[in-house]
């Protein structure tokens, strides 16, 4: 069956910078429209960033645009985000998505 698995997740200073890992299973990842999403304390989750299939062409929602980047590696068949000059507003759990399917999200808090 499907599994999705993040890791990476920490505690980082604001202007630092974070790699999340999304261990895919049960399906090919290179086959796949994926999805990074983010729920912050009391707020809705909300949608970061979605990388498609095949040719992989990646979108981003307009907060993080030119800060983190979608990417996957069809060998290891992972899925990550890499985020860079985090601040605090990024404080939140990250999810990956793959069409209904959701991974248990890990936690990324942006502190002095």
């Known amino acids: 069956q499907v599994q999705l698995v993040e890791s990476g997740g920490g505690l980082v200073q604001p202007g630092g910078s974070l790699r999340l890992s999304c261990a895919a299973s049960?399906?090919?990842?290179?086959?796949?429209?994926m999805s990074w999403f983010r729920q912050a304390p009391g707020k809705e989750r909300e949608w970061v960033a979605s990388i498609t299939s095949g040719g992989g062409i990646t979108t981003y929602t307009t907060s993080v645009k030119g800060r983190f980047t979608i990417s996957r590696d069809n060998a290891k068949n992972t899925l990550y985000l890499q985020m860079n000059s985090l601040i605090p507003a990024d404080t939140a759990v990250y999810y990956c998505?793959?069409?209904?399917?959701w991974g248990q999200g890990t936690q990324v808090t942006v502190s002095s």
């Open positions: 049960g399906f090919t990842i290179s086959g796949s429209s």
């Open positions: 998505k793959r069409g209904g399917s």
